[in-house]
Structure formats: structure tokens, C-alpha cells
Nanobody, 123 residues
Framework: QLMESGGGLVRPGDSLRLSCAAS????????VGWFRQAPGKERVLIACMSSLASNIYYADSVKGRFTVFKVGDRKTAALDMSDVRPEDTAVYYCAQMLRCGSDSGSGAEVVTWGQGTQVTVAS
């Protein structure tokens, strides 16, 4: 089971951290992925990190602004978002995945989904 937190209403240019807490130590064995779904659009993979952090992927839309990482307790992962833009407005989902890659966006490799957290960027 995964639980996201940290969403909310922010202004353009602000920073925000989303957290994803697992009920066990599963981030030691699984990749973590962050997806988002904007209104009227499909859910897309924006960032992921492999289980040993040897492979990290960012979508072009967030590269250089977002950072995915795992916390040392092996139960928590996070997504640091900086310089947010109105187009970042979406429901954000964390996921435990079998692997992380640029071709992991279909969701077929997701083992567990979080419930989602809303991020709204508006002035």
C-alpha cells in the first residue's frame, strides 16, 4: 500500500515536495515511479528510479526541475518539484514498479499504485 502526501495549491515558480510512504520496506526491492494525470489527459510517467538507483528517468517536461529519490528508511520515496508551472497541474501518483525505463510509461510494470495527490499551480 502506498500513500502520497504533499500536494496542494502553489504559485508558478514555487517548490513542492511530494512524498510516497509504503507500508513495508518494498522500495528496497522495487523501482519507484511518479506519474501524473492532467484534466482530460492520459496518465503519463514523469520520473522513475530503479531499485538500486542505477537508472533514473525524467520526462522532458520535468527534466532539470523535478528530482526523484528514495529516503534511506527504504519505505519512503519523494519527488522534489521546483520552478513549477501551470502546466504541472495534475493529480500525481507514485507507484512501485518492476523496473524503471523510458519505456515504462504504459503502467504495465506497476505493482502498486498510490491513491494520488492533487497539485495545482496557479497565481
Amino acid at each position: 500500500q502506498l500513500m502520497e502526501s504533499g500536494g496542494g495549491l502553489v504559485r508558478p515558480g514555487d517548490s513542492l515536495r511530494l512524498s510516497c510512504a509504503a507500508s513495508d520496506l518494498s522500495f528496497e526491492y522495487y523501482a519507484v515511479g511518479w506519474f501524473r494525470q492532467a484534466p482530460g489527459k492520459e496518465r503519463v510517467l514523469i520520473a522513475c528510479m530503479s531499485s538500486l538507483a542505477s537508472n533514473i528517468y525524467y520526462a522532458d517536461s520535468v527534466k532539470g526541475r523535478f528530482t526523484v529519490f528514495k529516503v534511506g528508511d527504504r519505505k519512503t520515496a519523494a519527488l522534489d518539484m521546483s520552478d513549477v508551472r501551470p502546466e504541472d497541474t495534475a493529480v500525481y501518483y507514485c507507484a512501485q514498479m518492476l523496473r524503471c525505463g523510458s519505456d515504462s510509461g504504459s503502467g504495465a510494470e506497476v505493482v502498486t499504485w498510490g491513491q494520488g495527490t492533487q497539485v495545482t499551480v496557479a497565481s
